[in-house]
C-alpha cells in the first residue's frame, strides 16, 4: 500500500511517501527551486520521493491533500459574506486544491484519467496532530498543534490511542496565537514570512515589561473548563478584511499582509517600527513581553491538556511547536515527562501527517513506525559528489582537495573545526525540516566567544542577536545542560549547566540556554563520530552547528555545498570522504 502526501499551494510546499506504514521520503521543494519556504505546487519534491521509492504514479494507492474544503464551512461563508475580497482570494486557492489530481497528472505528462490512486482530503490540524503522534514512539499520547490559521482554525488538541486520534477541541479564526506572535513580529519591524523565530532569538535581550499589555491583546483564563483562548480583535486587521496571503505561486516565497491595526501602537507605546529602523530597548522589551505572552497561554493550554488527558506524554505540531524556548519549559511548567515535536512541525510536515491519517485513522492499519531521524531528503553517492567537485574551478586556485578514509576524515575534520576553522558539512540524505541536523550544516568550534559573531559577518549574514546550536552527543547531555531528556531535532532548548556556559560561549544564548540537538550514533554515526573526535581532542563533547547556506534555503546538492562554501568565507569544506581546505585566501 503505497501513499503520497502533498501539502501543495500553502507554505513550505511539500511531499512525503509512505509505503505499508513506513516513511521512505519527505521534502520540502524549496531544496530544489531554491525558494524559501516554496508555495505552489510540490511537483520536484513529488518525481524524488517516488524515484527514492522506486515508484511511478500508477504504483500510488491513496494521495493525501491536507485540506479539507467543508471543515467548519459555516463560518467560512459567515466571513465570506463579510470580506468578499478575501473570499475570491481563498475560491481562487480551493480551485487550485480542487485541482491538484490534474496538476499531479501534468507533472508526469499523464491523462488525468488514468490516475488510479484515490485522493483523500485530511484537516490541516488533524493533519499536523498526525504528523507528530502516529510517528512518535507513544502508545498514547496528549496531542496539540497551534499556528496562524488552516482550514479556519489555528489550534486544535486531543489524544492519541495506539492507531487512533480523538479531537477533543479546537479554536477557530479569527483567534489565533500564530497570528498573535506574528502581528506583534510585524509590529517589531520583522515583516518577512517565517521572521517570528528572529523574535524568540531577540526575546532573550530584554525584559517583559509589557506583558500587562499582551495580556490584554490575548486573553486567556486558566481557571475556564474550556482549553482556547480569545484574540482582542481590535489590535488586529485580520478578521476585518482577512489574512492578505500569496500562497499559491511556487516561484515565490509567500507573503503575508498587515496583520496589526493602529490600535497595537497605543497599546504598546508608539508606532511600529521600520524594518531598516535600528532597534532599541524598548523594541527588546517588546520582543521579551511577546515571548512571555506566548509562554502563559501555550504552557497554560498544556497543563489544562494534562489534567483533562491525565497522560504524562504529549505530541506537538504546528508552527507555534517550533517555539523551542518554551517547548524547553514544559517539563517545568506542566505534568508532562515525554514530549515529542516533529522536526517540520510547520507546514511542511502537513504531507506526512496527512498521509500516516490516511494509514492509521482511515484504513485503520496498526503502528510500526518511529522517525527517529530527520533524514528523509535526497542522498548523492561518491561519483556524483566527485563529479561535482571535477566540474568546480578548486585545484590551483588556493584549494587542497583530499579522499580520505572515515576514522582519518574525522580527525582530520575535528582538528580544523578546534583550530577554529568554519567547515561546511555534507553528508548522507538531506534534512527534513528547516533546521539542519548534522547533514547539511556549518560546523564550527563552540570553545570561542568571538564565533558567534565570525558565522554572523563572514557567512551567514544576519542578525547579530540571534544565537546558534550546539550539537551534542546524546550520552553526554545530562553533563553540559540542566536537562537530558533527547532533543534530536532542535525543538527544546534548555539552559546551559552555569559551570558549563564559559566552555561553550559561542552557541549559549545570553539566557543562558542552547537550542541543542542531541546526536546518537544509532541515528546519525558519521556526525557522532565527528563530535566524538573533537571530543577527544579538546575534552568538549559538543561542536556550534547552524544550517548550510547564506539566506538562502539549506543546500541539498552537492553543487550548492560548493557554490556556499565558495561565495562565503568558510576555510574548509567536507562532503562526503572528501575534505577540501583552503591554503589560503584566494
Known amino acids: 500500500m503505497n501513499i503520497l502526501g ?20 519527505a521534502v520540502e521543494e524549496e531544496r530544489f527551486n531554491r525558494v524559501k519556504y516554496a508555495a505552489g505546487f510540490p511537483a520536484a519534491a513529488i518525481r524524488y520521493c517516488l524515484k527514492e521509492a522506486g515508484l511511478t504514479l500508477a504504483d500510488i494507492h491513496h494521495v493525501a491533500v491536507p485540506r ?60 499536523h496532530l498526525a504528523s507528530s503522534y502516529f510517528v512518535s514512539p507513544f502508545e498514547n499520547a496528549a496531542l496539540l498543534s497551534a499556528d496562524g490559521l488552516g482550514d479556519f482554525a489555528s489550534t486544535m488538541w486531543g489524544t492519541g490511542d495506539g492507531n487512533r486520534m480523538n479531537i477533543a477541541g479546537a479554536v477557530a479564526f479569527p483567534h489565533s496565537l500564530g497570528l498573535f506572535y506574528s502581528a506583534v513580529t510585524q509590529y517589531l519591524g520583522f515583516l518577512k514570512f517565517g521572521d517570528e523565530y528572529k523574535i524568540m532569538g531577540l526575546a532573550a535581550y530584554g525584559e517583559p515589561t509589557h506583558l500587562d499589555a499582551m495580556r490584554e491583546i490575548v486573553t486567556f483564563d486558566p481557571r475556564s473548563s474550556g482549553n482556547g483562548f480569545r484574540l482582542a480583535l481590535e489590535y488586529f486587521t485580520h478578521h476585518r478584511a482577512g489574512p492578505e496571503m500569496s500562497w499559491a505561486e511556487a516561484d515565490k516565497t509567500p507573503t503575508l499582509g498587515k496583520l496589526f491595526s493602529d490600535e497595537m501602537g497605543k497599546k504598546l507605546g508608539g508606532p511600529a517600527r521600520s524594518a531598516e529602523s535600528p532597534l532599541e530597548q524598548r523594541h527588546r522589551d517588546l520582543a521579551s513581553a511577546l515571548q512571555a505572552r506566548l509562554e502563559e497561554v501555550y504552557l497554560g493550554m498544556l497543563r489544562k491538556l494534562a ?11 504546528g508552527g507555534v511547536a517550533f517555539n523551542c524556548v518554551a517547548n524547553g519549559k ?15 512541525a510547520g507546514d511542511a510536515g502537513l504531507a506526512v501527517g496527512a498521509a500516516y491519517y490516511i494509514w492509521h485513522q482511515i484504513l485503520g492499519k496498526p503502528r510500526s ?23 568546480t574551478p578548486l585545484r590551483g586556485a588556493g584549494y587542497s582537495i583530499a579522499e580520505l578514509p572515515e576514522e582519518e576524515l574525522m580527525k582530520r575534520t575535528a582538528a580544523e573545526i578546534a583550530d577554529g576553522k568554519i567547515l561546511g558539512w555534507f553528508q548522507g540524505r538531506a534534512e527534513w525540516g528547516p533546521r539542519a541536523l548534522g547533514n547539511r550544516s556549518i560546523v564550527a568550534d563552540p570553545r570561542r566567544p568571538e564565533m558567534k559573531d565570525i558565522l554572523n559577518r563572514r557567512i551567514k549574514h544576519r542578525e547579530i542577536f540571534r544565537p546558534f546550536a550546539p550539537s551534542i552527543l546524546a550520552e553526554r547531555t545530562g553533563e553540559w545542560f540542566e536537562k537530558s531528556y533527547p532533543s534530536p531535532f532542535m525543538t527544546l532548548a534548555y539552559s546551559v549547566l552555569p559551570e558549563k556556559r564559559d566552555k561553550i560561549p559561542a552557541p549559549t544564548h545570553v539566557d543562558g540556554t542552547g537550542r541543542l540537538q542531541t546526536v546518537t550514533r544509532e541515528a546519525n554515526p558519521r556526525y557522532w563520530q565527528l563530535i566524538k573526535a573533537f571530543e577527544d581532542l579538546t575534552g568538549v563533547p559538543v561542536v556550534l552547528n547552524t544550517s548550510f547556506n547564506d539566506n538562502e534555503p539549506i543546500v541539498c546538492r552537492p553543487e550548492e555545498a560548493l557554490d556556499c562554501f565558495l561565495r562565503t568565507q568558510m576555510d574548509a569544506l567536507v562532503l562526503g570522504d572528501f575534505l577540501i581546505t583552503k591554503n589560503s585566501n584566494p
Open 307 to 317: 489534567a483533562q488527558t491525565h497522560s504524562k506524554s504529549v505530541c506537538l505540531a
Open 68 to 127: 479539507n474544503p467543508y471543515a467548519r464551512l459555516a463560518t467560512k461563508l459567515w466571513y465570506a459574506i463579510r470580506m468578499p475580497s478575501f473570499a475570491r482570494e481563498r475560491a481562487k486557492v480551493l480551485v487550485k486544491f480542487t485541482g491538484i489530481p490534474e496538476a499531479l497528472a501534468a507533472a508526469f505528462d499523464l491523462d488525468p484519467a488514468k490516475l488510479s490512486a484515490k485522493f483523500h482530503r485530511v484537516e490541516h490540524h488533524q493533519a
Open 330 to 344: 514544559i517539563f517545568d511548567a506542566t505534568p508532562f515527562e515525554q514530549v515529542y515535536v516533529h522536526p517540520a
Open 6 to 25: 502533498i501539502n501543495a499551494y500553502h507554505g513550505n510546499a511539500s511531499a512525503a511517501i509512505v509505503c505499508d506504514g513506513r516513511l521512505i521520503a
Open 369 to 391: 513506525f518511529v522517525m527517529n531521524h530527520a533524514y528523509w531528503g535526497p542522498g548523492y553517492t561518491r561519483e556524483e559528489v566527485r563529479q561535482a567537485i571535477d566540474k
